[in-house]
């Protein structure tokens, strides 16, 4: 099994920057991409940003590219979000995700996913 902790959730103002922070631990594999997700009340899960095994292959979700960095710290099994310029309609829970890739690139959609975080709360005000 592997254990996926989000951190870093909080409720900030419009236009205010946060970072999320994911930390998978138990089990290892040798390739896996992170994902980040999130969930907005009465909507399905939307897909934010990804990283490949690698560390180099990454996909943006439209609605957040341009304003998130999504990085990864291959060493530490964590994955990073970057968030700026934040929009009340950012406000969700944001999930982290490992896909066991192997060699391929990362998905971007929920269940291709194989690990889930339980989940940190973005709330941002208008």
């Known amino acids: 099994q592997v254990q996926l902790v989000e951190s870093g959730g909080a409720l900030v103002q419009a236009g205010d920057s946060l970072r999320l922070s994911c930390t998978a631990s138990g089990r290892t594999f040798a390739n896996f991409a992170m994902g980040w997700f999130r969930q907005a009340p009465g909507k399905e899960r939307e897909f934010v940003a990804t990283?490949?095994?690698?560390?180099?292959?990454?996909y943006y979700g439209g609605s957040v590219e341009g304003r998130f960095v999504i990085s990864r710290d291959i060493a530490q099994n964590a994955a990073y979000l970057q968030m700026n310029s934040l929009k009340p309609e950012d406000t969700a829970v944001y999930y982290c995700?490992?896909?066991?890739?192997?060699?391929?690139?990362?998905?971007?959609?929920?269940?291709?996913?194989?690990?889930w975080g339980q989940g940190t709360q973005v709330t941002v005000s208008s």
């Open positions: 995700a490992v896909e066991l890739t192997g060699n391929q690139d990362p998905a971007v959609v929920p269940h291709e996913y194989d690990y």
């Open positions: 990283v490949g095994w690698d560390g180099h292959t990454i």
